[in-house]
């Protein structure tokens, strides 16, 4: 069974073409990243507008390098939610359309359950019950999943993503846009000595991260001020204490979820999975399997969308011309 994806909710305007759910046929991604650092952040009109300009070549490509033509694709699975409104509206109009015109059911995917899905296109296939992490620019979420469709969310974060705390600190550093890249570069020159705020939240599996976010901007005001000779090794090292201290919380409350609910797996996903060091520590820490998809299957891609399609489309769950954009969508809510 072949399924197209498409994915179009933030900066990358993506299609894939993916067999049976786990095989990749084809995965091409154009990133808007470029367009974007000038400002140091993504601007929504911005993206829809390079969005529906790059989507038509970038479907083309898909399905030239999967050798597929309409009559070999099964079905049409979309990115309807979450992410910029303006966004989503190209790629599910493009899905619609490519839906009526090929006669093909249309599914429209929560994002955060597509970058889950990253998981099935490894080389080992995820076993359930699973503690699967989702720290992404727009979220971290934790949830436990026992079957295909069956997801429970058991924490969230209460302020800042992951993701967006990376942006917001290498921002106030000055190492530029994206932030999680900048960081973990700007890491290897600096050692974490810096001691930042860690909240573990007790008997919650919620995060939060403006406590370290709120110390660097702090340290960063007293530095620039205080002129020390050591001052260009300093944001290495607050960039590095960071990095250090968001990895900390993640791996702990994902271990101790993994712990308490007896699961057999911890998968990560989400772009900041591409983080070494928290790929690196959570393996590390952890003593049951740790499944992670590659980088480039972590940050947005609509390979992830395609076999989260397959998957719903095995078990009948398709959507009609009635499906919507969903700005807010939650993992909550699957
Ligand atoms: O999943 P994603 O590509 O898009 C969203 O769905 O949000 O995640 C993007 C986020 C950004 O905040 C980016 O700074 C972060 O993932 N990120 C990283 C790394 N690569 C991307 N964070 C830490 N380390 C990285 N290597
Ligand atoms: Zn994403």
Redesign the pocket.
């Known amino acids: 069974m072949k399924i197209l994806g498409i994915e179009s ?2 900066d990358e305007t993506a299609a894939a073409v993916v067999e049976d759910g786990t095989g990749i046929l084809s995965n091409i991604i154009s990133s808007q990243v470029e367009l974007h650092s000038r400002y140091g952040g993504i601007v929504p009109e911005v993206a829809s507008r390079q969005h529906l300009l790059s989507s038509v070549p970038v479907l083309e490509r898909a399905l030239e390098e999967a050798g597929a033509s309409p009559n070999d694709i099964d079905a049409i699975a979309v990115t309807n939610g979450p992410g910029l409104a303006g966004s989503l509206l190209v790629g599910v109009n493009l899905a619609k359309a490519l839906a009526l015109a090929w006669e093909l059911p249309l599914i429209g995917i929560n ?1 955060l359950e597509a ?1 889950i899905y990253a998981n099935w296109l490894g080389h080992e296939t995820p076993v359930f019950p699973l503690i699967a992490l989702i720290v ?3 979220h971290t979420d934790l949830v436990l999943m026992k079957g295909h469709g069956d997801i429970i969310r058991l924490g969230q974060t209460r302020d800042d993503a992951a ?2 705390a ?2 917001k600190v290498a921002r106030v550093l000055g190492l530029g846009y ?4 900048a ?2 570069q700007a890491s290897k020159e600096g050692s974490p000595s810096y001691r930042l705020p860690r909240a573990w939240i007790k008997g919650s599996d919620d995060f939060s991260f403006s406590g370290p976010k709120t110390a660097v901007v702090r340290l960063a005001r007293e530095l620039s001020l205080a002129n020390t000779p050591a001052r260009n090794s300093v944001p290495a090292d607050i960039a590095a204490s960071f990095q250090q201290s968001v990895v900390d919380v993640l791996v702990t409350k994902t271990s101790a979820a993994a712990n308490r609910h007896h699961v057999r797996q911890i998968l990560l996903a ?3 999975a ?2 070494e060091l928290l790929r690196q520590t959570m393996v590390d820490r952890s003593p049951i399997p740790v499944l992670i998809p590659e980088p480039v299957l972590c ?2 891609n609509a390979a992830m969308v395609a076999s989260c399609g397959c998957f719903h489309l095995l078990r009948g769950k398709v959507d009609g011309w009635d499906l919507d954009v969903a700005p807010g969508l939650t993992l909550g809510q699957i």
């Not at 994206?178 to 890249?181: I, L, Q, S």
């Open positions: 909710s933030c994002h970058h992404s620019g727009g993701g967006e990376f942006d994206p932030g999680g890249p960081i973990e989400g772009g900041v591409a983080n940050t947005d």
